[in-house]
């Protein structure tokens, strides 16, 4: 079982749609989660953090379920160019903790 | 301030010649992380550094080899290079500690035949 994973999709939805992508990891005393984003052959580019009581900037919202042990990724009114492909990270403990990546959800965003 | 940068951008090579990228931050940064992405894959680890002088192995380090001289620099050296290493390399940076945000540079696109 991988440590991090993700449902690469496509979610492909129109615009205005609420979609909703989760991220699940399998060791227990992993901290600090993040959500990236990651357009097509660019760089990944923090989208936003992901904090136990929860967060929201402006139509993103992202949560954590330790007992679940899954976050979550929430987009309200989808826009065009919220087409991308959607990362989460997760710090595992090893020496240090280790950025541990899922393999990313793609969304397009249609019109 | 240019973040973090990659060099070079693209590169092609046959199989086993060598070649060494490199990562540079202006920004201070004790973390440093090479990562390798291909198609369907996510990026996955191949060596990251915790300060100047120190490396680690990460999820996917053999055929590749790392050097942090100096905190700014983080080299990725191929020695002999295969077509499976086709791939994007992406470098990375954290402030301090493996919990905090990363910055990527734009990453080096690499073709072996």
């Known amino acids: 079982r991988k440590e991090v994973e993700q449902d690469p999709g496509p979610f492909n939805v129109p615009e205005g749609a609420t979609v909703a992508f989760n991220c699940t990891y399998s060791n227990s005393a992993s901290q600090s989660f993040f959500w990236y984003r990651q357009d097509c052959r660019k760089e990944p580019k923090l989208l936003m953090s992901?904090?136990?009581s929860g967060n929201e900037d402006g139509r993103f919202t992202a949560q954590l379920n330790r007992a679940s042990q899954y976050i979550s990724l929430l987009i309200r009114d989808s826009k065009l160019s919220d087409s991308a492909t959607y990362l989460c990270v997760v710090n595992i403990p090893g020496g240090s903790y280790i950025p541990t990546f899922g393999r990313g959800t793609s969304l397009i965003v249609h019109p | 301030n240019a973040g973090v940068t990659q060099t070079p951008k693209f590169r092609v090579l046959k199989t086993g010649q060598s070649m060494t990228l490199l990562c540079a931050q202006d920004?201070?940064?004790?973390?440093m992380y090479w990562y390798r992405q291909d198609p369907g894959m996510g990026l996955r680890l191949i060596h990251y550094?915790?300060?100047?002088?120190?490396?680690a192995k990460g999820e996917v380090p053999d055929g590749y080899n790392v050097s942090r001289l100096k905190k700014q620099n983080f080299l990725l050296g191929l020695e002999s290079a295969a077509p499976s290493q086709t791939s994007v390399y992406f470098c990375a940076s954290t402030p301090a500690g493996g919990t905090d945000t990363q910055y990527f540079g734009p990453g080096t696109r690499l073709t072996v035949l």
């Open positions: 992901v904090y136990s």
């Open positions: 920004m201070n940064h004790e973390y």
């Open positions: 550094s915790v300060g100047e002088g120190t490396t």
